[in-house]
């Protein structure tokens, strides 16, 4: 797939979320640890302990390797927060549906990428997801080959620096059993948050306390020079949903967004997940 000439990203969600974007005009960054790949983070930073480790076995420095992987552990019991929106290639798509569509009951918001790319700025980051189970061939293996092998001190800034770097890679990386999800991702890096110009907020239910953080997309928006109908494409009401589609262009015209009321239509996917 030809990812650069896809213009258009879809962003799965439930009928909730979508009167927080559109109504609101607001926009969550959720914590990634808390999605259904969450131990994508800590899969990448394993691979890659594990690649840069083997470089160095098989150079013939196992002490090196040894220490390497003292750090990787050490590293690993740290629990780094990255904060995403989740947007795929796919329109309509019956898997996107069933896991982030409230089960085919949601709705599937079409943002225009250009624009999404031309708001992501700051700590903000627009964000290919990539597939992969080996980490010998991702460049992060290469930075702390050379770092170690010139005798960088593992408990200095240039390991640091490379460490951050690793765990802000690992926000986009998934297991190639997702790769049929074709991902992008708006992120904010588990080191960027101090450059976020945004509260945290928390959403406390009766299990847990979720935290994120809520962008505002007016204020994107006029930045980007555009408006929020220009940055939304579509709105496609989900194959299970028992959502009218005239209330759904009432709510949005009553809200003055009209030209939205427009775009509006029933999705043809023929999923069917209700009891």
Request: with cysteine; hydrophobic share 40%.
């Amino acid at each position: 797939m030809d990812h650069q000439g896809r213009s258009i990203l879809y962003h799965y969600t439930d009928f909730q979320a979508v009167d927080g974007i559109l109504r609101q005009a607001q926009l969550r960054v959720n914590n990634v640890l808390r999605m259904n790949d969450s131990a994508e983070m800590r899969h990448f930073m394993n691979g890659l302990c594990t690649a840069v480790t083997q470089r160095l076995e098989d150079g013939g420095d196992k002490v090196c390797a040894w220490q390497v992987q003292q750090l990787f552990r050490e590293e690993l019991e740290k629990e780094y927060s990255a904060f995403a929106a989740c947007f795929s290639f796919h329109r309509d798509d019956a898997a996107q549906w069933e896991r982030y569509g409230n089960r085919g009951r949601g709705v599937c918001i079409a943002f225009r990428r250009e624009y999404l790319e031309r708001m992501a700025v700051g700590a903000l980051s627009l964000q290919m997801v990539f597939y992969q189970s080996d980490m010998a061939g991702h460049p992060m293996v290469e930075t702390f080959y050379r770092l170690v092998r010139e005798g960088a001190d593992l408990a200095g800034e240039e390991i640091r620096r490379a460490m951050h770097d690793a765990w802000a890679c690992s926000v986009s990386f998934k297991h190639p059993s997702f790769r049929s999800e074709y991902e992008m991702r708006l992120v904010v890096s588990p080191f960027g948050k101090e450059d976020l110009d945004v509260q945290p907020c928390y959403h406390v239910s009766k299990e847990r306390i979720k935290k994120y953080y809520p962008l505002d997309l007016n204020s994107m928006c006029e930045k980007a020079g555009i408006g929020l109908e220009d940055l939304v494409t579509e709105l496609i009401i989900g194959p299970d949903s028992t959502q009218s589609a005239v209330i759904f262009q009432d709510y949005l015209r009553d809200h003055g967004l009209n030209r939205l009321a427009e775009r509006v239509s029933l999705s043809d996917c023929p999923l069917r997940v209700s009891i």
